[in-house]
């Protein structure tokens, strides 16, 4: 079987090459990598993220990753963003007022309330739009296929992305309010949970993204 090539977009933050090594242990030959042909020879890429949205923003810009991520998008390719790297895909982030997001998703992300603890750092029961309705998933999105109705999934966060097209959320968990869990904009998932954290559900996931991108190495 194909293991087909998945860029593992490396900014030099956080722990990056645990999200490349989640990927190569279901099928892929990801690599961790700022290199434009690499990137560009990719069957699908992935945008991981920890720590600060505008300390992140400026390490892709100065990676030079920027317009390399919009020219993936907009060429169709699987494409997936992971907790940081999901809210570096909005428009802007009330963590670092002023500073630029990639604006692939209209929107903004927000700080979950104050009536709860913050970060977030737990497992949560995933709400995923059109699972848990007596059909299984089999009308959710395919990056949800073959999971349980109502996955457990690993969160470590303080904000989270409110889309203004609220039809691109996909999966929500309950903490505090309604938390937006994972996007759908196109060709770009993204999920604000680590999959990678997340055991035998996180990597159900991230091996169905892994048969995405098989189907474009094909």
């Given at each position: 079987?194909?293991?087909?090539?998945?860029?593992?977009?490396?900014?030099?933050?956080?722990?990056?090459?645990?999200?490349?090594?989640?990927?190569?242990?279901?099928?892929?030959?990801?690599?961790?990598?700022s290199d434009p042909a690499?990137?560009?020879?990719?069957?699908?890429?992935?945008?991981?993220?920890?720590?600060?949205?505008?300390?992140?923003?400026?390490?892709?810009?100065?990676?030079?990753?920027?317009?390399?991520?919009?020219?993936?998008?907009?060429?169709?390719?699987?494409?997936?963003?992971?907790?940081?790297?999901?809210?570096?895909?909005?428009?802007?982030?009330?963590?670092?007022?002023?500073?630029?997001?990639?604006?692939?998703?209209?929107?903004?992300?927000?700080?979950?309330?104050?009536?709860?603890?913050?970060?977030?750092?737990?497992?949560?029961?995933?709400?995923?739009?059109?699972?848990?309705?007596?059909?299984?998933?089999?009308?959710?999105?395919?990056?949800?296929?073959?999971?349980?109705?109502?996955?457990?999934?690993?969160?470590?966060?303080?904000?989270?992305?409110?889309?203004?097209?609220?039809?691109?959320?996909?999966?929500?968990?309950?903490?505090?309010?309604?938390?937006?869990?994972?996007?759908?904009?196109?060709?770009?998932?993204?999920?604000?949970?680590?999959?990678?954290?997340?055991?035998?559900?996180?990597?159900?996931?991230?091996?169905?993204?892994?048969?995405?991108?098989?189907?474009?190495?094909?």
């Amino acid at each position: 079987m194909t293991a087909p090539l998945v860029a593992v977009l490396d900014y030099g933050i956080g722990n990056l090459r645990s999200a490349q090594k989640a990927l190569q242990k279901v099928g892929a030959d990801a690599r961790l990598t700022s290199d434009p042909a690499v990137i560009r020879d990719a069957h699908a890429a992935v945008l991981p993220g920890v720590g600060n949205f505008g300390a992140c923003m400026s390490a892709v810009r100065t990676a030079g990753l920027e317009d390399l991520v919009h020219e993936r998008i907009g060429g169709g390719l699987p494409f997936m963003g992971i907790c940081v790297g999901m809210q570096m895909l909005f428009t802007e982030s009330e963590e670092s007022p002023g500073v630029t997001g990639l604006d692939v998703v209209s929107g903004v992300v927000r700080y979950l309330p104050s009536s709860v603890k913050r970060p977030q750092m737990q497992w949560n029961r995933l709400r995923v739009k059109g699972g848990g309705d007596g059909v299984g998933l089999a009308s959710a999105d395919p990056m949800f296929a073959s999971l349980p109705p109502e996955p457990w999934m690993y969160f470590v966060h303080s904000l989270h992305g409110v889309p203004s097209d609220r039809s691109s959320i996909v999966a929500t968990v309950d903490y505090g309010c309604e938390v937006t869990a994972a996007i759908r904009v196109g060709n770009v998932f993204a999920v604000q949970f680590h999959p990678e954290k997340s055991a035998a559900d996180g990597l159900g996931l991230l091996r169905n993204f892994v048969d995405a991108a098989r189907l474009v190495a094909a």
